[in-house]
Structure formats: structure tokens, C-alpha cells
């Protein structure tokens, strides 16, 4: 029982995902993919006449019993079976991340950052608006995102879900080392200075 | 709904071990995309080796669904979209510290403004399928 209340090593989580891909092929040959729901939404919930989102979505209706399960399970793995709440990272990260102006480490993720009040911020927006646009904007565009490429394509042996893979790294590169430190620090001088906004 | 039952559990499990494993945390991918731990390495190259082998023991043994029907899995033919795409989601995965299973598994972990950050994700693949005709594929 123990187990439950604390983090998961990677050996364990890790094969325990990939083994997502088999259960749902053989629960009802589905393939495992969840960028994809965020076509269904738009197609299920935003009245339009955009052909990209005039089709049958009932039929891929399963996709949303999964998101239901996938919110529930992280319920009760943070909250019914909450961990200690503090993120090991190692000691690098913390230094980077400390010189960028992240100095909340009690949870999953910055609580400045990701929080209502975080929201607000000219970081916290960036981060949050820009960069969750981007996931839907980039893996509709790239037809598929970590899962449907990098586990479910790569586990079928598909060259080009190889290279969308890496492209997937790229762009993760680029935005960790050349935006981020941009981002994060304009964004604290302007939510923290008031008089000294300095761009 | 009962015949849906299944997808829940299957879901169940995934946001849960997403969220043990801390794969849904922003600091977790900061450390990936800086080289500084093997942590989300060595969960994304297992899950792909736990993968590449159930696809091989289901194909060798013609394995059938619970339905008995025969496992299909359709490869994605390649287009230029696959690399700015992509590119694009790289961006997104890094500011956010989630790729889309996990926007779903920290809503449900509590943190309640990643309903903007799913609300931002949906306008994305909207303006996406807006524009379609207009991106080189």
C-alpha cells in the first residue's frame, strides 16, 4: 500500500505506459492517441462548418470514456493517494531554474506560474495561453503528439513518426534554451516591478 | 456506457501512473529538455520498447481483440506538417511541461487552471482546422 502514496521510478512507470498501446488495441482496436480528442472537442462541442471537423466524432467516442478515466486516475493518484508533493529534480534544474525566477518547488508544478493568480502574469500567460495553443495548433499540424508518434508510431516501427519525434525535441530545445529564459524573466520584472518595467 | 466501462479503467490507469511518475509536472520536462536526469528518458524509451514488443508478440500470434476481430493499426503517411507541426508542439510541450494526455491528468490532479491551458489547446487544433488549407502538408 505503501507504493501507492509515493512517486514511481521510471522503470515502473514506463513500461506500464507502453502497455497502453497493446490493451487498447486488444480492448477494441483502438489506436493509442490522445491529441486526437482535441479534434473530437472541437468537433463535438463547437458548432461549425469547418470541413476538418464534419465528421462522425460519435464513433470516436470512446476517446472521451478515456479522458474521463485519465482525470480520474490522476485524482486519486494526487489527491485520494497524494504524494509528498515535492518534485525530486535534480540539483542542475533547480539551479537554472532558481536563476530564472522559479522559486516554488512544493508542487508538480510552479505554483507562480500555473495558478489563477499566475495566469496573470505576462509569463504565466505566455506560458500557459501561448503554449497550450501550441500543443493544439502543433499536434493537429503534425497529426500526432507523444503518445501517437513517439510511443504508439515508434512502437509500430513508422519512419515518420520518428521524425516528428525529433522535431517534437527541437522545438522542445528551442523553447527550453533560446525562449524560456526570455519569457521567464521579462515576465518577472514586469509582475514584480510595478514602477521598474524594463523590457 | 457499459460497453465503454473498459476505456474508463484503461484511462484510469494511464492519468494515474502519468501523475506517479511525475510526468505531468513542468519541472520534470524542464529536466529533459536540459539533459539533467534520465527520468522521463527512461520512461518514454521503456514505454516504446514495452510497445514495440506487444506489437510484434500480437502480430506473431495473431492475437484477436476481446470482440475476436482481427488488430489493425494503420501507420500515418508522412507530410510536410510533421515537422513544423511538430516543431510547434515542441514549443508548446516545453512552455507548458505537458503534451496532451497529461493536460487532462493535471486537471484531474487538482490544478484547476490547466482547464485554460486545455481551453488554449482546443482553440489551437480549431484554428488549425480553420487554416488547413492554407499550411503546407
Known amino acids: 500500500m505503501k507504493f501507492l502514496y509515493q512517486p514511481w521510478p521510471w522503470y515502473v512507470a514506463g513500461p506500464l505506459i507502453g502497455l497502453v498501446v497493446p490493451a487498447l488495441l486488444i480492448l477494441g482496436n483502438k489506436p493509442f492517441g490522445i491529441s486526437s480528442t482535441l479534434k473530437h472537442i472541437c468537433a463535438s462541442c463547437i458548432p461549425n462548418k469547418v470541413p476538418f471537423f464534419n465528421y462522425d466524432w460519435k464513433k470516436d467516442s470512446w476517446n472521451f470514456y478515456f479522458i474521463g478515466g485519465i482525470i480520474l486516475g490522476a485524482f486519486l493518484a494526487n489527491i485520494v493517494f497524494g504524494n509528498t508533493g515535492k518534485v525530486k529534480i535534480s540539483y542542475e534544474t533547480t539551479r537554472d531554474l532558481l536563476q530564472l525566477g522559479i522559486y516554488k518547488y512544493n508542487t508538480l508544478l510552479p505554483m507562480e506560474i500555473f495558478s489563477w493568480k499566475g495566469l496573470f502574469t505576462v509569463r504565466g500567460f505566455v506560458l500557459i495561453v501561448v503554449g497550450g495553443f501550441l500543443v493544439g495548433f502543433g499536434t493537429r499540424w503534425g497529426n500526432g503528439c507523444t503518445s501517437g508518434h513517439a510511443i504508439t508510431g515508434i512502437s509500430n516501427l513508422q519512419w515518420s513518426s520518428m521524425v516528428a519525434t525529433v522535431c517534437f525535441f527541437a522545438g522542445g530545445l528551442f523553447a527550453t534554451h533560446a525562449l524560456l529564459p526570455l519569457i521567464l524573466k521579462i515576465g518577472q520584472k514586469v509582475s514584480t516591478g510595478g514602477l521598474n518595467i524594463n523590457f | ?137
Open chain 2, 1 to 137: 456506457m457499459k460497453e465503454n466501462i473498459k476505456y474508463i479503467a484503461a484511462g484510469t490507469a494511464f492519468g494515474f501512473v502519468l501523475t506517479k511518475a511525475e510526468v505531468i509536472s513542468w519541472f520534470r520536462i524542464q529536466e529533459m529538455f536540459r539533459f539533467q536526469s534520465f527520468h522521463m528518458y527512461g520512461i518514454i524509451g521503456s514505454a516504446i520498447a514495452v510497445g514495440m514488443v506487444s506489437l510484434y508478440i500480437i502480430r506473431k500470434y495473431n492475437i484477436k481483440t476481446v470482440e475476436g476481430e482481427t488488430i489493425l493499426l494503420e501507420g500515418k503517411k508522412f507530410n510536410k506538417g510533421f515537422v513544423y507541426g511538430s516543431f510547434l508542439f515542441g514549443i508548446g510541450w516545453a512552455f507548458t511541461g505537458a503534451c496532451p494526455g497529461p493536460i487532462y491528468a493535471q486537471i484531474g490532479a487538482g490544478f484547476l487552471v490547466s482547464v485554460v491551458l486545455l481551453l488554449a489547446a482546443v482553440a489551437g487544433t480549431f484554428t488549425y482546422g480553420y487554416y488547413r488549407d492554407k499550411l503546407p502538408h
